[in-house]
Structures are given as C-alpha cells and as structure tokens.
C-alpha cells in the first residue's frame, strides 16, 4: 500500500490494476461463502499492510489456524475466546482515543491522513475474521456474562469503525453469512469500503454491497470456479469485478517470521 492508501489487490477483467483507496476510511466490509477466496483475499491485504508497517490485530473468529501465519507479525493475535477478544479490543479502543485526543499536539493534524507519510505514526488496521461469531447474538453461546462481552465487542468495533478514520485506525469486518445479524448496520453503513467475494443470493450481496444498480455485476454470478473473484466498489460509486492475487500460506508465513 502507498502512502496515498490506494493498495493494489489484484486485476480488474480488463487486465487493469484492482485498486482498495483506504485513504480516510475507517471501515472495510468483506463478504463471501466459504470457499470463494475470501479469507485468501484478505492474507493480501494482510501482507500488504505488514510491509507498508501497519500494526495488524488480527481476530479469527472461526477458532481455527487461516490466520495462524500471521500470529508471529501481529501486534495482538485471537481466536474465537470471547474473553481474551474483549480484552484486546478494549487496549484497541483506549490507545484509539488517546491517539485521538493527542494528534494535532503530536503531529500538528487532527486527520491521520493529511500528516506528512514520513511522519504518520503506523497505520493501526483491526481484522475480525467471522464476525458473526461476536456480532451476532444468536451465535454467541455462553452465560450471562459471555453474552455481554459479546455485545460489548460489536459496540466497540461499531465505535472503531464510526471514530477512528482520523485517527488511522481501519476495521474489516469478514463475514461468510452477510446479513444485519452478523453485520450491524451501524457498522456496516459507517464503512465505505466494500469487497464481495462469490455469495448465493442477492440478499447477501445487499448486505454486502449495499444497493446494486440494475447493469452491475453481480457477486451471485461469480462462478464457483472462480476462486478469489470478487465484486468491489471503485472511487466514482460503481462497482466492478475483479481477481484477487494469491499468495500461499508457506509465502506469507516466511514474510511474517521476515517482518518481526
């Protein structure tokens, strides 16, 4: 990623570069079945923001290892354990408001952007892989106590997503089942980035996307052979189709180990 946000994930179907502008965005949402590249896609964007010298809090969700490559580079690291993601969102959204209250005492802007690049403290970028696990109440399984923790995450990552653009902290929120349950339209709507990757019905496209414009691909037609194609919204409000690049689990564990 450059020092103007602009990260380069992969090709559009005309062969030209397909472009994320991060640059004052606070909220990224990624959607997709599994198996349609989804969490592929997003080791990508991980790789590009280690090497650009983001700090990563990375959260998986689904409790399993996707992520575990990432875990040696990562400023924090988490699974599924309610608990320990509370914990660390909580340090997220405190060292958030400091950073806030402190910026044009520190560096002379009150927007993370408009700092000279050299100058920026890291870009702070929050990955919740399987959102739904926290954000969905049905999901969350537990007592009474549990349960609070988990709508204390989604409260928190909602307010990540609504303050920290000019404080340079950026949120992507992964979902497999995009719907209001699992993506809460306080979030998803304060989120101008938007990625969908293969989904079986318009519905969730929707939730992904938001309102498609009738002539405008359509995640739900992405073949299932087509691993890693996904549908992203561009700069001037239309939405395009694209490939993700790929890089392999060994490739991006050797870079990780590379960046500490």
């Given at each position: 990623?450059?020092?103007?946000?602009?990260?380069?994930?992969?090709?559009?179907?005309?062969?030209?570069?397909?472009?994320?502008?991060?640059?004052?965005?606070?909220?990224?949402?990624?959607?997709?079945?599994?198996?349609?590249?989804?969490?592929?896609?997003?080791?990508?964007?991980?790789?590009?923001?280690?090497?650009?010298?983001?700090?990563?809090?990375?959260?998986?969700?689904?409790?399993?290892d996707d992520w575990g490559w990432c875990a040696p580079a990562a400023t924090d690291f988490a699974r599924d354990d309610i608990s320990v993601v509370h914990e660390m969102l909580l340090s997220v959204q405190a060292a958030m408001r400091r950073r806030l209250a402190s910026m044009r005492t520190d560096?002379?802007?009150?927007?993370?952007?408009?700092?000279?690049?050299?100058?920026?403290?890291?870009?702070?970028?929050?990955?919740?892989?399987?959102?739904?696990?926290?954000?969905?109440?049905?999901?969350?399984?537990?007592?009474?106590?549990?349960?609070?923790?988990?709508?204390?995450?989604?409260?928190?990552?909602?307010?990540?997503?609504?303050?920290?653009?000019?404080?340079?902290?950026?949120?992507?929120?992964?979902?497999?089942?995009?719907?209001?349950?699992?993506?809460p339209t306080a979030l998803r709507d304060n989120c101008g980035v938007r990625v969908c990757f293969r989904v079986a019905t318009i519905e969730a496209a929707k939730a992904?996307?938001?309102?498609?414009?009738?002539?405008?691909?359509?995640?739900?037609?992405?073949?299932?052979?087509?691993?890693?194609?996904?549908?992203?919204?561009?700069?001037?409000?239309?939405?395009?189709?694209?490939?993700?690049?790929?890089?392999?689990?060994?490739?991006?564990?050797?870079?990780?180990?590379?960046?500490?």
């Open positions: 990623m450059g020092a103007d946000g602009v990260l380069r994930v992969g090709l559009l179907e005309d062969g030209s570069p397909a472009e994320l502008t991060l640059r004052n965005q606070s909220g990224v949402v990624v959607g997709g079945v599994p198996g349609s590249g989804k969490t592929a896609g997003m080791t990508v964007i991980a790789l590009a923001m280690l090497r650009a010298g983001a700090n990563l809090h990375v959260i998986d969700g689904k409790g399993g560096y002379g802007q009150s927007n993370y952007w408009n700092i000279p690049a050299a100058d920026r403290p890291p870009l702070e970028v929050i990955i919740i892989d399987e959102c739904q696990t926290f954000f969905d109440a049905k999901s969350v399984l537990g007592d009474k106590e549990t349960k609070q923790k988990a709508a204390e995450i989604t409260a928190i990552a909602t307010d990540l997503v609504k303050k920290g653009r000019s404080a340079g902290y950026l949120v992507f929120v992964m979902t497999q089942k995009p719907t209001a349950d699992s993506i992904v996307l938001g309102d498609v414009p009738d002539g405008s691909p359509s995640p739900v037609e992405i073949p299932r052979s087509r691993v890693g194609g996904a549908v992203i919204g561009r700069d001037d409000g239309t939405l395009a189709t694209c490939r993700f690049a790929y890089v392999d689990e060994a490739a991006a564990t050797r870079f990780a180990q590379g960046a500490l």
